[in-house]
Every structure is written in C-alpha cells, then in structure tokens.
C-alpha cells in the first residue's frame, strides 16, 4: 500500500469528492479516482459508496481512513526526525577519548560542540587509545581518538597534534635541570607508567628495549593527573606529554624533554574508514577540524574529512 494512495483516498474523504481531492493535490480527477480504485482493489473491498456526487465511508472504509491518518502522521513524523539528524538538531554522538586527551584537548571543543548542537546527546568513552581504537572497530563508537602510530589499516584519521614526550621529576630533580634527557640515563630510576594495553606504555616500552634495559616500574595508573601525583611523592619518574607538563606547577613539578631517542606524542581522530559517519559524527569531525586547522593544514588531512562526507 503507497503513502501517495492512501493521501489520496484520505483527502478525498476530507474534501467530500474527487474533484476538490484533485484540486488540492495539484492532480487530475481521473488520477485520483484510479488511485481509490487500486487501493480498493488491493484490499478487496469497496471503501466508499457512490450515491449521484455524494460519497460516504464503507465500515472498512472507516478502518482504512482512520488507520491511514496514523500511518500518516507516522510517516510524517519519521520525515521531522530524519531531518533533525540530517541538520544534527538531534542524535547521538558515542566519542571515545584517552584520560589526558580530554583534559588537554577535549573539554573546550566539546563545551563548543554542545553550545552548537544541544539536542545531540553525547556520550563519552573514557579508556587507553587502543580499547577506544576497538570500539571503533566495533561500532561501539563513532569516533575515537588515538595515539598514532595506528596499526589498523580499516580505521581512517585525522591527525591534529604532534609534541614531544617529557621526562616529569618532583621540582628540584637533578634529572630535569638540563634541557634533555636521554633516555638511557633512566635505566635505574623507578618509574610510574600508564596501565599496560595504553599506547603510551606500548611505545615506552618499545623505546627503553631499543635503549637496552627493561623500565623499573614503580607503579601504574590509568590516569594522568594520578600520575602527576605520584611523581610529586617521589614514587618515581614519569613520561607526559610537554602540554600536560606545562599545566602543572613549577613549586612541585620539573620537566624536560626526552631525548636519544625523542618519542613524539601524535594524536589523532579516527573513524572506520568503510562506515556511515552519522552526522553528529561528521559536525563534530568538522569542528575539530576548524579547531585544530593549523596542524590538519600541515599534514594535508582535508582529504579525509571530505571523505567522511561523502561515504
């Protein structure tokens, strides 16, 4: 049964003939009569009762009329909410996010996300880079954001940050008194390191095996700032990223940056590559991308973004 004929029988009913029926849907009489013929022959029984030019509702008439006017406001309101996502007036954004990419990122952009798009709802994933890469992966998560290098060729990215990874001492360290350190200098201290399965911790213990020497590792935690913290007991030396470094206070905290080797900290939004992108997702993607233009100017991401519109 088509929307287009049961509009057509239901407005005839209202108008009280086909002619005004006709006139009101920009179409000819005889169109419209073939039209209350096919979905009377489709329900195989008679809908209305011609008496000269006075027309009146068969009982199964009355059933098809008042059942199309919901089939018809249904259909109307799935129109409203089609279109409400397609201009991101609602929806769901699923985001994942690293602990530190938050708080050094992700809180103002989302604050302007939200002021934008107040009726999409948002719901955030908090976990290592390579769990938040998973959901992704999995359709738990529209977007996701991930310490680069990735080795998931289904996930495509848009880069945005690259900084140096620094060494971080409680304030007075002899370590951080000089502008580097390199990084086999470290091979006895005791070390406060991210959880195992983080990006971060895979990468440290990538370049201390190139260095020669496993990490002495004092204590692991999930969560930067816990970290921070750590350091600032003496429990040992971490590794944080220079803009976390420089959030912290010099009356407690030093830092300098890693050296021989130097490990760069690239972060990146990534999304599957072969996916819809909602349109949550792709607004968001888009403020980011205005947001972070200078570094996704000099990596020649533009392409990818465009991509995600088109997919």
């Known amino acids: 049964m088509e929307l287009k004929t049961l509009r057509a029988f239901i407005e005839v009913v209202r108008c009280g003939g086909f002619t005004r029926a006709a006139a009101q849907l920009h179409l000819t009489q005889p169109a419209i009569s073939k039209m209350v013929r096919a979905l009377e022959d489709e329900v195989g029984v008679p809908l209305l009762l011609r008496e000269g030019r006075r027309l009146s509702l068969t009982d199964s008439g009355r059933v098809v009329h008042d059942e199309g006017l919901a089939v018809l406001a ?17 929806g769901v954004l699923r985001l994942g996010l690293p602990p530190m990419v ?28 390579r769990d938040v890469e998973a959901g ?17 060729p289904e996930l495509a990215a848009f880069e945005f940050s690259s900084e140096d990874l620094c060494l971080l ?28 399965g983080f990006a971060l911790a895979e990468r440290l213990g990538q370049a201390c095996a190139e260095a020669g020497f496993g990490p002495r590792v004092a204590a692991r935690s999930g969560q930067w700032d816990f970290i921070a913290e750590l350091v600032a007991a003496r429990v040992g030396l971490a590794f944080l990223p220079r803009r976390l470094c420089e959030r912290l206070g010099p009356e407690r905290f030093g830092w ?29 993607l888009a403020l980011a991308q205005a947001e972070f233009a200078a570094p996704a100017a000099a990596g020649g991401h533009g392409d990818l973004l465009n991509r995600a519109r088109t997919d």
């Open 74 to 90: 249904a259909s109307a309101r799935l129109q409203d909410e089609l279109a409400a996502i397609s201009q991101v007036v609602r």
């Open 102 to 129: 938050g708080a050094a990122f992700f809180a103002p952009l989302v604050g302007r996300f939200r002021d934008r798009y107040p009726g999409v709802e948002l719901r955030l994933a908090e976990d290592g880079a």
């Open 136 to 152: 992704v992966l999995a359709g738990e998560l529209d977007l996701a954001v991930t310490v680069l290098p990735c080795a998931r």
């Open 169 to 196: 001492a409680p304030a007075g360290s002899p370590r951080v008194r000089q502008a580097g350190v390199p990084l086999a200098a470290l091979r006895d201290e005791p070390l406060v390191l991210f959880n195992e």
């Open 256 to 284: 300098a940056t890693l050296l021989a080797p130097r490990i760069p900290w690239r972060l990146a939004l990534v999304w599957r590559r072969e996916a819809h992108l909602a349109h949550a997702a792709r607004a968001f």
